[in-house]
């Protein structure tokens, strides 16, 4: 029989140790921007919940020509500030 040692075992090379990972995709990212939470819908980093939660719904209620309507007036309006004030301007004029 052999002699049995009592040193520490070493781990072969050819098999190293598991190492845990994040428990999400990009969890690293998270706490490296210290983002306060986390969208698992869309996977997005949040800075402000309520309003990603509000946009989930709308975006989920809509109908697929209406998405495509509200994303290209979105871009549009957010692109040309001066157009957003003159459409307010009529919409408060015409309006009852």
Do not use: F, K, Y
Not at 35 to 56: M, Y
Not at 71 to 87: K, N, S
Request: hydrophobic share 30%.
């Amino acid at each position: 029989m052999p002699p049995r040692s009592s040193g520490p075992t070493e781990t072969p090379a050819s098999s190293p140790a598991p190492v845990p990972g994040p428990r999400h995709p990009r969890d690293e990212d998270r706490q490296q921007a210290r983002v306060p939470d986390w969208c698992d819908r869309c996977e997005t980093a949040l800075a402000v919940t309520g309003a990603h939660r509000d946009a989930h719904a709308i975006w989920t209620n809509a109908e697929p020509n209406d998405r495509a309507s509200l994303a290209w007036l979105l871009h549009r309006l957010l692109a040309e500030p001066d157009l957003v004030r003159e459409l307010l301007t009529i919409s408060d004029r015409e309006t009852p």
